[in-house]
T-cell receptor, first 115, second 112 residues
Framework: AQSVTQLGSHVSVSEGALVLLRCNYS??????LFWYVQYPNQGLQLLLK??????LVKGINGFEAEFKKSETSFHLTKPSAHMSDAAEYFC?????????????FGKGTLLTVNP | DTEVTQTPKHLVMGMTNKKSLKCEQH?????MYWYKQKAKKPPELMFV???????INESVPSRFSPECPNSSLLNLHLHALQPEDSALYLC???????????FGPGTRLTVT
């Protein structure tokens, strides 16, 4: 079975501050890991993905995430928050390979950015 | 182009109505998905189509009926829905099962 835990349902930062959103996963096989962002009343947008290549993954809008197998973590970071980063962020895991593919989401973290 | 389109954007229907949600992608993806999302919750998987065949049904009530007419289109037929079915319905597609999914903007459904 696979699962994702996002630590902190709500994170608040000041504009220009570091953004750190935490994600820990559980998977019995090598995982594929994803971060998605959802703005109000919109669909989910893929920020970045880890599929067993480089452990430091760079995504869109200045975000990056590092896969740490020893810590079963895939935390999302951005050096300097912008007001437009305010949104809901979801970490997700799937199994590599297999015929019954399923994307398992964490509960989400709401990021607010204060001026 | 990584666009998935969904129509309509909003839908209000009564409990006796029949309506359909539509989803389209032109990325050549062979897997397509329907999700249901309630407010402040993550998306919940409903159905997965792989190469136009239903491969996963997450024990969804029969009042929801998916259809995949071809590799670019995915429909969700709705009949006799309940007020608790009100939600954002998201469509997604991926190159194949196991690859990253691209989501549409969703249909906001309200059942009265």
């Amino acid at each position: 079975a696979q699962s994702v835990t996002q630590l902190g349902s709500h994170v608040s930062v000041s504009e220009g501050a570091l953004v750190l959103l935490r994600c820990n996963y559980s998977s019995s096989v090598p995982p594929y890991l994803f971060w998605y962002v959802q703005y109000p009343n919109q669909g989910l947008q893929l920020l970045l993905k880890y599929t067993s290549a480089a452990t430091l993954v760079k995504g869109i809008n200045g975000f990056e995430a590092e896969f740490k197998k020893s810590e079963t973590s895939f935390h999302l970071t951005k050096p300097s928050a912008h007001m437009s980063d305010a949104a809901e962020y979801f970490c997700a895991v799937s199994r590599s390979g297999g015929s019954n593919y399923k994307l398992t989401f964490g509960k989400g973290t709401l990021l607010t950015v204060n001026p | 182009d990584t666009e998935v389109t969904q129509t309509p954007k909003h839908l209000v229907m009564g409990m006796t109505n029949k309506k359909s949600l539509k989803c389209e992608q032109h990325m050549g993806h062979r897997a397509m998905y329907w999700y249901k999302q309630k407010a402040k919750k993550p998306p919940e998987l409903m159905f997965v189509y792989s190469y136009e065949k239903l491969s996963i049904n997450e024990s969804v009530p029969s009042r929801f009926s998916p259809e995949c007419p071809n590799s670019s289109l995915l429909n969700l037929h709705l009949h006799a829905l309940q007020p608790e079915d009100s939600a954002l319905y998201l469509c997604a597609s991926s190159q194949d099962q196991g690859h990253e999914q691209y989501f549409g903007p969703g249909t906001r459904l309200t059942v009265t």
